[in-house]
């Protein structure tokens, strides 16, 4: 069935390091893989998204790789801050529908 | 109005009761998403609705849970004879399009006692 898998669960840097996430997904059908940034006490907000017929985006402090082949895609993060604190999850939208599955989510903390 | 609205935020109810859960998505929003978040884990994905039907209902957890849409516009879940395991924030989000980004309600924090 459709899965998505994301690595790590919790995430610790630095402030001013990189943070990076990983995601794979299972269904060779998925043509879309945004990501959401959920802060405590409230819902799950887009942060940057990616089509299955891109390789690569980016805004700003933030870029998402996708590599179809393997079927995996990545957030990246640069130049963190303390503000960039909160769970970050991975999602894969599939072909056939409207449907979209999520990953387990990473907890990112940024140190001061 | 301007986001998607979820009532109540908060519900208490005893094993064994029957509860509702509303969602109100944004005006224009074809589909309508019902996920599921136990403290401290991601998001499952309950149901999906396309316009007023429900194309893909595999992720309910049990025949005690349903869900509808009416209208095009406001959904209910309902959970019956409920159990502790039911508890969880539960997320509702609708969006324009299929690439378009989902957007999510605050939640209904649900407590089985």
């Known amino acids: 069935g459709e899965n998505v898998e994301q690595h790590p669960s919790t995430l610790s840097v630095q402030e001013g390091d990189s943070a990076v996430i990983k995601c794979t997904y299972s269904?060779?059908?998925?043509?879309?893989f945004p990501w959401y940034k959920q802060e405590l006490g409230k819902g799950p907000q887009l942060i940057i998204d990616?089509?299955?017929?891109?390789g690569e985006k980016k805004d700003q402090r933030i870029a998402v790789t996708l590599n179809k082949t393997a079927k995996h895609f990545s957030l990246h993060i640069t130049e963190t801050q303390p503000e960039d604190s909160a769970v970050y999850f991975c999602?894969?939208?599939?072909?056939?529908?409207?449907?979209?599955?999520f990953g387990a989510g990473t907890r990112l903390f940024v140190k001061a | 109005g301007a986001g998607v609205s979820q009532s109540p935020s908060n519900k208490v109810t005893e094993k064994g009761k029957d509860v509702e859960l509303r969602c109100d998505p944004i005006s224009g929003h074809t589909a309508l998403y019902w996920y599921r978040q136990s403290l401290g884990q991601g998001l499952e994905f309950l149901i999906y609705f396309q316009g007023n039907s429900a194309p893909d209902k595999s992720g309910l957890p049990s025949d005690r849970f349903s869900a509808e849409r009416t209208g095009g516009s406001v959904s209910t879940l309902t959970i019956q004879r409920t159990q502790q395991e039911d508890s969880a924030v539960y997320l509702c989000?609708?969006?324009?399009?299929?690439?378009?980004?989902?957007?999510f309600g605050q939640g209904t924090r649900l407590t089985v006692v």
């Open positions: 990616i089509r299955s017929n891109v």
């Open positions: 999602a894969a939208s599939y072909t056939g529908g409207f449907k979209t599955i």
């Open positions: 269904d060779s059908a998925s043509n879309y």
């Open positions: 989000a609708s969006r324009e399009g299929q690439y378009t980004e989902a957007f």
